[in-house]
């Protein structure tokens, strides 16, 4: 198919922090030294900060070193963390713990991560970086001698059944010296990156939480600027990975989030449930008495830390960000993270180009500079808090008390992760869950929630939940595990309906929030996520 | 070729061709759910997905594909409302208007006040044709077409599924209760889009970038010396009431029992 192209020097995908830090980044340097180059950022999202969903409270390191005046510039980082708490919760009780000394938050800035990328995106855009929202990268192009081309944009306009429409609009081909691919947690295309150029050779396979969030608007009583509150203990039991966030925003604003480890064992647990249960416990429901909620979603984080970090440099192009999982885990901060390897991906990529201003050629030094920076010390000192939680939560308090506080995360031993798809038992060896009904007050059900993250896609378009054997989730995915993709989806797209006296999958592919849990956990790595057409998912305000 | 009568007058330059104006508002995304501040006094807009209202797509696509059917030179758009209006107005050139005027204010505008700036417009550019949308899922006003023509003393042919230009007129199909009804007007006139007109295109990367170098001009009401102040009050903007769960009846006896006598409808 005839496609028109583009040339740029450097194309980025995903305008996150970790994307549009390196753009910036980019353009500074191109400006400094005065060696121009051309710099093009696209995002699946309908406009930046569209699909960005975080907690967020983040530390200004990265940002301070990037945009050292951002205070005068407008940014929008409002709230210090005032009072910090860590509350380990029973069913009916919580008991205060000191906070781990990785998540105190001095210093630190409770915001809304959409909000600060749409005004990343602005100074970005001010440095000359060309930014194009609403076109999703749906396939990374190659030259013949292997190395990356570029990307190509996905169609627009065909009907499901994939013949083109009348306003059917092919791709475009985005050619660059260097493709930088900032998609966040689980990218599709990285997938595909992983798997030609074999970078996971060696490192341990990532893993995941997924992170269910509310934002509340809060009666001006409950409210207290600044606050910030964690918990571990229930709803989970102590083998599942999990925990909560609670921060006070400015304007009577609270976040609300539950992250569930995709670990998890027990295929009839939901974590959107287990998060509409976790408010309803005695220390957390009264914030949200009177208050109402105005905005719902869910993001997978990456949680492998410094021993899922996969080779980061291919011929031709980088990862920067949580697609290769920079994500501090016990903090629970990727943010300054993603935006510091943006940033030094950014210095490798000007520097190699400017002495070789060639396309198909690999920032080799990219890794190399990256270990002189404080992500790598920061990243490897908290190693081994996350693996140890497959003992089950007490052993790995107790470890990550041993770990933080005497060894210093300088252990001379490094715990392994396994794949989250193969944690799930057979449905005849758990025990069922039955959640709570929702009151429609504090706790909600899925549709009434997908509603808030005011998610959309065209409806006649190819499904961009893809099945490789479409056999399988009858056969495997409800015969063996009472069909756990109608729990994990925090969206409610998966169903299982009856058709023709059997049960059928179906796919409610318009309600995605494209969190890619799906693409996670499903058990035998059947559901392969791709982009749907650009502008598609959700429209996250302020989250 | 001389000699030979040619039924229809076309032009080769854009300058003698029939201009299109359309008027397109930055309003709420259609995806995003409206919020009503908690004081009442409107919709929570802080960092809310924004748009062009969709039916001012539809009049956009409809004015360029008169122009690509060779029944119109120069696309015009205009935008009226805040600084930010500047990227609706170039989302409509990278779907294919040639320029755009941004009525820059950051005070409220009502559709009469909308109507006078666009005449004001009208006045200084002389089109012979104006598409508006029938309404914006904002406000739903459904006036600003209906005020502008008769501002301007044109024909209008409001809530159009089709236009069809002839020389010197044009019929309009509109959508109207019960059935589609084809009125014949004489240019110049004014068009108010209905969803059915067309499908609007995808806007292509390479046009958007084009967009950004078309010429976009800023006037102010003042330049223009029209008087925005509103004329209507807002009182309160509050959330619908919660719809009540449904019910699902036995046979149609008990359904016309309970629209008697619980909804009392019939
Ligand atoms: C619930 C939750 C709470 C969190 N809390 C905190 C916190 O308190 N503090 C903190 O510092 N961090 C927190 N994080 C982590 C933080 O949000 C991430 O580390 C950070 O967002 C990573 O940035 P990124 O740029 O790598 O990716 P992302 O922020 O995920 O951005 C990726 C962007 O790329 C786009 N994209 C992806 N694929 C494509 C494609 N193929 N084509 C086009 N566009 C594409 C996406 O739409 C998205 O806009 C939290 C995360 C979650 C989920
Ligand atoms: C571009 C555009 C064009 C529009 N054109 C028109 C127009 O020409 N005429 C007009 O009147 N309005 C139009 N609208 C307005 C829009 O259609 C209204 O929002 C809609 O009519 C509101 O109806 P609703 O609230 O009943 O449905 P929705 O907002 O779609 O649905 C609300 C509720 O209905 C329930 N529901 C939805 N589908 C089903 C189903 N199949 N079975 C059972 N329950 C269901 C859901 O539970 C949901 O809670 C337009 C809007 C846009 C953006
Ligand atoms: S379909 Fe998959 S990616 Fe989309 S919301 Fe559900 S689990 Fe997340």
Redesign the pocket.
């Known amino acids: 198919m005839e496609r028109e192209a583009m040339e740029f020097d450097v194309v980025i ?9 390196c753009a910036i980044r980019l353009r500074q340097l191109a400006a400094e030294s005065g060696h121009d180059l051309s710099v093009c950022l ?4 309908s406009e ?12 200004p390191r990265a940002l301070n070193e990037l945009l050292p005046d951002w205070k005068d510039r407008g940014a929008p980082l409002n709230t210090l963390v005032g009072t910090d708490r860590f509350l380990f919760l029973t069913e009916t009780r919580a008991i205060r713990f000191p906070t781990p000394p990785q998540m105190h938050n001095e210093g630190n800035y409770i915001v809304s ?1 959409g909000n600060v ?1 749409r005004w990343l995106a602005q100074q970005a855009e001010a440095l000359g970086v060309d930014i194009y929202p609403g ?4 396939e990374v192009l190659y030259h013949d001698d292997g190395s990356v081309k570029g ?1 190509a ?1 996905g169609d627009m306009g065909r009907h499901k059944d994939g013949s083109e429409g009348p306003n059917f609009a092919p791709g475009m081909e985005l050619h660059a010296k260097q493709t930088i691919f ?4 689980r ?3 990285t997938k595909t990156l992983f798997a030609r150029f074999k970078l996971r050779e060696g490192v341990d396979p990532q893993v995941f ?5 509310e934002l509340w608007e809060v009666r001006p009583e409950k409210y207290q600027q600044g606050l910030v509150t964690h918990t571990v203990g229930w709803p989970m039991d102590s083998k599942t990975y999990g925990g909560s ?1 609670c ?1 006070h925003l400015e304007d009577n604003l609270v976040a609300i ?1 539950f ?1 569930t480890g995709l670990n998890y064992e027990n295929p009839y647990l939901s974590p959107f449930e287990e998060m509409q249960r976790f408010k309803t416990h005695p220390a957390i429901r009264d914030t949200f008495e009177g208050g109402r909620r105005v905005s719902y979603g ?5 949680a492998g830390g410094f021993q899922s970090i996969p080779k980061l440099s291919f011929p031709g192009g980088l990862l ?5 999982g ?3 885990v016990p ?9 510091k ?2 940033m030094t991906a950014a210095e490798s990529v000007f520097e190699l180009l400017r002495a070789e201003n060639e396309p198909g050629k690999e920032a080799v030094d990219y890794p190399h500079r990256l270990k002189n920076t404080w992500l790598w010390d920061e990243l490897y000192r908290v190693r081994n808090i996350k693996p140890s939680f497959h003992w089950g939560l007490w052993p790995a308090m107790a470890y990550g008390a041993l770990d933080t506080y005497v060894l210093r995360g300088k252990a001379p031993w490094t715990l392994h992760h396994h794949p989250d798809h193969e944690a799930l038992k057979p449905a005849a060896q758990c025990r069922e869950i039955v959640y709570p009904k929702p009151d429609g007050v504090l706790t909600f059900d899925r549709l009434s929630s997908v509603f808030l993250s005011n998610t959309n896609h065209e409806e006649d378009q190819p499904c961009h939940l893809t099945l490789h054997d479409d056999t399988v989730p009858t056969r495997l995915n409800l015969a063996v595990y009472a069909g756990p993709e109608q729990r994990y989806c925090p969206a409610g797209v998966y169903e299982f309906v009856e058709e023709a006296g059997q049960q059928q999958l179906r796919i409610n592919a318009q309600n995605c929030v ?1 969190c890619k849990t799906c693409d996670i956990k499903d058990p035998s790595q059947n559901i392969n996520w791709v ?1 749907p057409e ?1 502008g598609g ?1 959700p429209n996250y305000p302020n989250m | 070729m001389a000699g030979i009568a040619i039924p229809h007058v076309t032009y080769a330059n854009l300058e003698d061709e029939m201009k299109i104006l359309v008027a397109v508002k930055r309003a709420i995304d259609y995806n995003v759910k409206a919020r009503p501040k908690s004081d009442g006094t409107g919709v929570d807009l802080a960092n809310v997905k924004m748009s062009m209202n969709p039916f001012d797509e539809i009049a956009v696509e409809e004015a360029i594909r008169l122009q690509e059917a060779g029944k119109a030179g120069e696309i015009v758009v205009v935008s009226v409302g805040t600084a930010a209006c500047q990227e609706t107005l170039r989302t409509a050139m990278a779907m294919g208007a040639d320029r755009g005027i941004l009525v820059q204010s950051d005070d409220e505008v009502q559709p009469l006040a909308v109507a006078k700036l666009l005449k004001a417009i009208v006045d200084k550019e002389q089109p012979g044709l104006v598409i508006l949308g029938k309404q914006a899922i904002d406000d739903d006003s459904n006036q600003t077409g209906q005020m502008l023509a008769g501002l301007l003393g044109w024909g209008q042919g409001t809530f159009a599924a089709k236009v069809e230009i002839g020389d010197g007129s044009a019929n309009v199909k509109r959508e109207v209760d019960g059935g589609i009804q084809t009125i014949a007007l004489k240019l110049p006139l004014v068009v108010t889009a209905d969803l059915r007109l067309n499908e609007p295109r995808y806007v292509k990367l390479p046009n958007i970038m084009k967009a950004k170098k078309k010429p976009l001009d800023t006037v102010t009401p003042a330049d223009l010396g029209v008087d925005i102040a509103p004329r209507l009050k807002l009182l309160k903007v509050t959330e619908p009431p919660a719809r009540a769960g449904g019910v699902k009846v036995a046979d149609v006896n008990e359904l016309v029992a309970k629209l008697r006598n619980e909804a009392k409808v019939i």
């Not at chain 1, 903090?331 to 935006?339: F, L, N, P, V």
């Open positions: 995908v995903g305008g996150g922090p970790s994307g549009l830090a696209i995002d699946k999202g930046i900060g569209a699909h960005i969903l975080s907690g967020a409270v983040i530390e991560l990328c076109f999703a990268a749906a990307v944009t900032a998609e966040g947690v990218g599709s295309l939480g997924l992170g269910v969030k966030f921060y989030g992250v869910a993001r997978a984080i990456s920067v960000g949580d697609t290769a920079f994500l501090n903090k629970i901060k990727g943010t300054h993270t993603a935006m390897s943006g494209h982009t650009g998912g």
